[in-house]
């Protein structure tokens, strides 16, 4: 089981950069796939973007494409979440958590962690 702390969060302006961070604990941890979600008030918990288990292939929600870089690094246990060029649409809680199918359908299938707080202002 791998347990998850995500970090990183903070209220920033519109057009401002954060750098999303999940430690994880487990010996599976390179061996799974990883994905970040977020929930925002009001809204169901959805998919921003995963990455297979070597780092070699990403999948992005489309309305984070092109802005939000995913990566990984199985030395250190962590899966990042750079997110440029933030919109007021992108406040949420963001997660970080285990993914199955993270190229087709993300489904998350682990446990999550108590997540990280954006706040993007206009």
């Known amino acids: 089981q791998v347990q998850l702390v995500e970090s990183g969060g903070g209220l920033v302006q519109a057009g401002d950069s954060l750098r999303l961070s999940c430690a994880a604990s487990?010996?599976?941890?390179?061996?799974?796939?990883m994905g970040w979600f977020r929930q925002a008030p009001g809204k169901e918990r959805e998919f921003v973007a995963g990455i297979t288990r070597s780092g070699t292939f990403t999948n992005y929600a489309d309305s984070v494409k092109g802005r939000f870089t995913i990566s990984r690094d199985n030395a250190k246990n962590t899966v990042d979440l750079q997110m440029n060029n933030l919109k007021p649409e992108d406040t949420a809680v963001y997660y970080c958590?285990?993914?199955?199918?993270?190229?087709?359908?993300?489904?998350?299938?682990?446990?999550w962690g108590p997540g990280t707080q954006v706040t993007v202002s206009s």
């Open positions: 958590t285990v993914v199955s199918g993270v190229l087709a359908t993300p489904n998350p299938s682990g446990s």
């Open positions: 487990g010996r599976t941890f390179s061996t799974t796939s």
